[in-house]
Nanobody, 112 residues
Framework: QEQLVESGGGWVQPGGSLTLSCVGS????????MRWYHQAPGKEREYVAL????????QYSNAVRGRFAVSRDNSKNTLYLQMNNLRPVDTGVYYC?????WGQGTQVIVSA
């Protein structure tokens, strides 16, 4: 059974940094594209970043390009999202995604 488990969220001041993690199990992690999504309070879930199985391809939304970096460690079945220069609009729940499967999300709050 496929499972995704995120961690690493928390409270940070504007301009700060956080690194999110997502551990995948129950599928061939290293072969699969993985995605991060963000759901701000009261809004739809939105795409943030994609990384291909062997990390050759990395793509970002316009909102985060240049501030966030997606990576993965296939030896640990783990996906990462390094978030720098965080802004209040980055507040919300971050989800990792593989096809139709979603994790439970991890909450990020950016506030002074």
């Amino acid at each position: 059974q496929e499972q995704l488990v995120e961690s690493g969220g928390g409270w940070v001041q504007p301009g700060g940094s956080l690194t999110l993690s997502c551990v995948g199990s129950g599928f061939a992690f290293s072969r699969e594209n993985m995605r991060w999504y963000h759901q701000a309070p009261g809004k739809e879930r939105e795409y943030v970043a994609l990384i291909s199985g062997q990390s050759f391809v990395k793509q970002y939304s316009n909102a985060v390009r240049g501030r966030f970096a997606v990576s993965r460690d296939n030896s640990k079945n783990t996906l990462y999202l390094q978030m720098n220069n965080l802004r209040p609009v980055d507040t919300g729940v971050y989800y990792c995604n593989h096809n139709e499967e979603w994790g439970q999300g991890t909450q990020v709050i950016v506030s002074a």
